[in-house]
């Protein structure tokens, strides 16, 4: 007869301490599965605001906002007979200047021609508004401008809240930020 013993054999309790090494071993990956699983919405939710998200050497840029507003934007005429080419047009060497200083600067230069633009399509139609929200509010209730516009405006209002609260842009977004700002400034005038 062969017998195997491993420790010392004191019977149902070495069972008893193992079975407590493991349940201890357990207790915290299972809570926090617990509470990950009881908090999901909330986490999706504030999974969407992150600007970034970076995982060892791995690093996403959340510029997908800007992916899906580029592909929801109308195309901005390239040439003179397409439609009036209004947007920044006449300020191109100011923003070139603004995107060598900050590219955050140039975004709140680009965003402050469309509230711009916005407020004076509200005055134009006799529209009250206390802001550029309320503004494209008025102008979309009134069916002057497309929920769309309105919709991209928002999602462009919050990207230059981002880079006012100090969010880094790079210059490729500011440049980006800026055609979408063109697309939409088209749209208010054409409005």
Known sequence: MI??????????????????TVLGALAWPVAAFVIALLFRPHLTTLL?????????????????????????APPVPTAPDSGPEIALSGDHGRFLQLLDLSPNAAVLDSWSRVEEALQALAHAHQLASADAADAGRALQKRGILPARTIGMIGEMRRLRNAAAHNQDISVSDALRFRNLAKGVLNEIRLA
């Open 3 to 20: 017998t195997l013993t491993v420790g010392q054999g004191s019977g149902g309790q070495d069972w008893l301490a193992w079975s407590a």
């Open 48 to 72: 969407g605001r992150l600007d970034e998200l970076s995982w060892g050497d791995k690093s996403a840029r959340f510029a997908r906002k800007l992916d899906r507003l580029e592909s929801e």
